[in-house]
């Protein structure tokens, strides 16, 4: 990485699963950092946070925070992000954005490095960090729609509760305690917590992630589908997807159905495809019960990928198990790999 | 039901899981009982059980454990089905089978009771209780390829410990308990008891349920696509599955695409059908936040759908979720309803 000196890099959301996740990444990446500045709400401003070794404050996230700062990586909701990402923007930085707030907006490349890092280059000062899900999913897709084409994708997904919030993963624990101990609780925040009505996740398993749009999908699910358009270019893809929150801490899967546009490719070659494909770690060893786990992906960057097979009836149809850690791939990791590669290609002033 | 004074009945496997909800759902669905004999394996033989306030005595299965036997339901493994049933139906016996022991044989019967009741005519002394993930899949199928025929279904389980028995239960309340407490812990059941490696299962999710076969697919996998098409009288239904083992108790759940052959039919259409459907219960009111979870299901003999919604691309195209009680529709309920079935049509002499 270039600059010899680095660059004033801040963290807006820096109290939050992601943000602390964005630090930590920051830090084990040696990204190139100058100056560091933290930034949250109001209400957990004036927090100190120990930063390899150093203490920081964290500041009230305003517009004048951004002064001299050169990339922002925001995560703090997206009404944050509508509110200051432009006044980052208009003070010279450049931002990464975790949020749904600017992802579908035409004029703002949407990047998951391994798939369209090019769109960068056309960036007008906010790039989009795609949804969790979508990230591992088009990690493992895009090899296979270089190499053989594709026509149509049907995903399932098992959500970890952290992609709603470190509050998330406290209800599940404390849902998990009460109910081994036989003691009554009151689910407060998932499925989602501006929704009206809140159920029971420990030892359960609920089919809404976001709220529910018109057409009967929910938000998250409707992300997935264009999200992955966009990020591969493709509007014609057929995408659909079921999107479920699961009592897991950390670690998203999904099983994938793909239909490809060749003919007479085998499980073996997109194993073989895969096992060479950046950011892919291939675990694909039946026999040998070799598949990808959640509980094996926590803290790891990679997107990890097994069970991959021919479907019985298509000849053009395959099933795969994709799993990544949600806070990671699916949010920090991108969206400081996303800085890297903005530094890589020199847009950073 | 016929017969004043009702039948002798045996439960083979009384101590394991499906046992116990054999005999419960057979007292709470006052199934004319005359006698009822509880058989299991030598291990747990000379256990005293009380059922429905009198005590019994679980005796050792063994083919003279079956004279005077009119039907017995099988739930002791494979193995034990496959030593035993023979000898029960030599007696005089009808076996309701809940192992995959005869699934696929030609001559036995498959039975779900809301889809091919019929086939019990031509038992031949053995009926076969399908795999519970099959089952609840169907019943929700099969209303669905009466009114519109069904040419494709591909399927995603989130799938319940109990499926596994109940030790496996207990292997998700005791890792779950380490996990809490920061100890320790060594799996030792799941995914396969038989199977050469253990994984943990709490906070987890497993892609592997049952061993693997040489196509890579499970067993339970296979099992979900063959069985599927035997109980529709389908060879040539195009039926996909993926099958996984979540940190859940009891309620298997499901994210089924199905293709249908008619074209023009609505979401609210396949709605309309199912609400009045049997066996079903119709729970789908996204804006209420109403659709099927398994911790609402435990317990009750209904299969659960919701979340039913057109495909975004493909018009004959539909996704659904489906829950049911694994150890009730999926196993004991599902046998009892054979039972009452074959009383019914007269096949119990």
């Avoid at 807006?12 to 964005?22: D, E, L, N, S």
């Avoid at 149509?152 to 098992?158: M, N």
């Avoid at 501006?194 to 409707?222: C, L, R, V, W």
């Amino acid at each position: 990485m270039s600059k010899q000196d680095g660059y004033h890099v801040a963290v807006v959301g820096a109290t939050g699963a992601v943000g602390q996740q964005m630090i930590q990444t920051l830090i084990n990446e040696n990204f190139p950092i100058k100056e560091l500045t933290l930034l949250s709400s109001a209400r957990s401003a004036g927090k100190r946070v120990n930063v390899n070794g150093q203490e920081y404050t964290i500041r009230e996230a305003k517009p004048e925070s951004f002064e001299g700062v050169e990339i922002a990586l925001f995560s703090a909701g997206g009404s944050v992000s509508k509110e200051l990402a432009h006044e980052a923007v208009k003070r010279g930085a450049i931002v990464v954005d975790n949020t749904s707030a600017f992802r579908m907006d035409e004029d703002k490349p949407l990047v998951v490095p391994e798939v369209n890092e090019a769109d960068l280059l056309h960036h007008n000062g906010i790039i989009a960090n795609p949804n969790c899900s979508t990230i591992q999913m088009v990690v493992a897709l895009e090899p296979v729609r270089q190499k053989y084409g594709l026509k149509k994708v049907i995903v399932s997904t098992y959500q970890a509760v952290s992609g709603a919030g470190a509050a998330a993963v406290e209800e599940l624990m404390e849902q998990t305690k009460s109910i081994l101990n036989k003691e009554t609780f009151e689910p407060k925040l998932l499925p989602v917590k501006s929704d009206n009505n809140h159920y029971q996740i420990a030892f359960n398993a609920i089919p809404q992630i976001d709220k529910f749009e018109e057409n009967g999908y929910t938000f998250e699910e409707m992300k997935m589908i264009n999200e992955t358009k966009k990020i591969m270019n493709m509007p014609e893809l057929q995408v659909s997807a079921t999107c479920v929150r699961l009592p897991i801490a950390v670690g998203h899967s999904e099983s994938v159905y793909f239909e490809i546009e060749a003919e007479d490719v085998s499980a073996n070659d997109i194993k073989a495809l895969l096992l060479d494909a950046p950011g892919i770690i291939l675990q694909d060893d039946p026999e040998n019960q070799v598949y990808p786990m959640p509980a094996n992906c926590v803290g790891k960057n990679d997107v990890f990928v097994g069970r991959i097979r021919k479907d019985i009836d298509e000849d053009r149809g395959f099933h795969m198990w994709v799993v990544s850690d949600n806070l990671l791939k699916g949010a920090a990791w991108n969206s400081v790999q996303i800085a890297e590669s903005l530094v890589k290609l020199g847009l950073v002033k």
